[in-house]
């Protein structure tokens, strides 16, 4: 059975209704074909690491003072979407993540620098998070889900924060690593891939649809699906331009184009990897999935 990436950013899975809504449609979708899930950090999480980031680099001990509500936000969205199973992996997922999130921050407090290699760890710190709260909210409808860390997918070149993933070098990887999955549904954390000695590289800002592109190359996936808090890709920002038109159709190069000039709805690097594994891409609005989208395929818009 052919393969399907559902990608969801931050604002699909930042709150327990949205998730929710996320949840039914990665079931209607893995009742017709395999589904392999991206999820992106809770919305405004990355943001905020990297402000505490900033801070613990200042030497500012205030960098402590999110952790409260990152934790207790993290916490009640498990809670409201596990719905009283106990998500027992997921509690203590989130627990060593936070853990980790804050013994690197009190290294980088102490020593007052981080090298770009500690940067991107902790800037991967959000989907690391969210990933284990997705398939915990899967698990609880019925659907038999895993985490797993963009580490183990994808290999990812270039520098620590601005990398690119290698497709190639990922396909064994990923065959390796879904093979011990077996049946159950993956739901990988998106933004980043691993360098040869296993450490985090980051696509860059707005990097889990490069992450889902990727994988949708490497495992011959009929599509990937850009789910995000849109009804596909406009002509400008419709949050900002009124007359902003939505695109139905778009080539890779005009996507590549669009993308590249700022419309943040598809990362700009996630183009290529789609085009050269000649797979569609398909941005989606998960409050409105009754809207066909912008299908972004090999073809020019309007023809077939
Ligand atoms: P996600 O968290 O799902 O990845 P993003 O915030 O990264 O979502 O991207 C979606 C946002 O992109 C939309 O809310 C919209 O405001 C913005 N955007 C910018 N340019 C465009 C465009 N040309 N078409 C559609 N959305 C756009
Ligand atoms: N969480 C990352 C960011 O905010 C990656 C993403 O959402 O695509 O940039
Ligand atoms: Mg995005």
Not at 53 to 76: I, K, N, Q, Y
């Amino acid at each position: 059975m052919s393969w399907r990436v559902l990608k969801f950013g931050g604002t699909s899975v930042g709150s327990p209704e949205a998730l929710q809504a996320a949840c039914g449609i990665v079931r209607r979708a893995a009742a017709e074909t395999r589904v392999l899930v991206v999820v992106s950090a809770l919305a405004g999480v990355t943001s905020r690491i990297a402000r505490q980031l900033e801070t613990a680099l200042a030497r500012d001990p205030s960098w402590r003072d999110p952790f409260r509500a990152l934790r207790a936000r993290h916490r009640e969205q498990l809670q409201a979407v596990a719905r009283g199973r106990p998500a027992v992996a997921a509690a203590d997922a989130l627990d060593r993540g936070l853990e980790r999130l804050r013994d690197l921050l009190r290294a980088v407090e102490l020593l007052g620098e981080a090298t770009p290699r500690t940067r991107a760890r902790v800037m991967a710190a959000g989907e690391r998070l969210s990933a284990p709260i997705f398939a915990a909210a899967l698990a609880a409808d019925g659907e038999a889900a895993a985490p797993l860390d963009g580490t183990e997918a994808l290999v990812a070149r270039g520098s620590y924060d601005e990398a690119f993933p290698d497709v190639g070098a990922s396909r064994p990887k990923l065959a390796a690593r879904l093979a011990t999955l077996g049946d159950v549904l993956p739901v990988v954390t998106g933004f980043f891939g691993a360098d040869a000695a296993g450490d985090v590289r980051l696509f860059g800002r707005g990097g889990s649809d490069t992450s889902a592109t990727a994988i949708g190359a490497a495992i011959g996936a009929a599509r990937v699906e850009i789910w995000t808090d849109v009804d596909g890709v406009a002509t400008a920002d419709p949050r900002r331009d009124p007359a902003a038109e939505l695109l139905p159709r778009l080539s890779y190069d005009e996507a590549f184009r669009l993308a590249r000039g700022g419309a943040k709805v598809l990362h700009w690097k996630a183009v290529a990897p789609a085009r050269a594994a000649e797979v569609p891409i398909v941005v989606r609005n998960t409050f409105r999935p009754e809207a066909a989208g912008t299908w972004i395929g090999p073809d020019a818009a309007g023809t077939s």
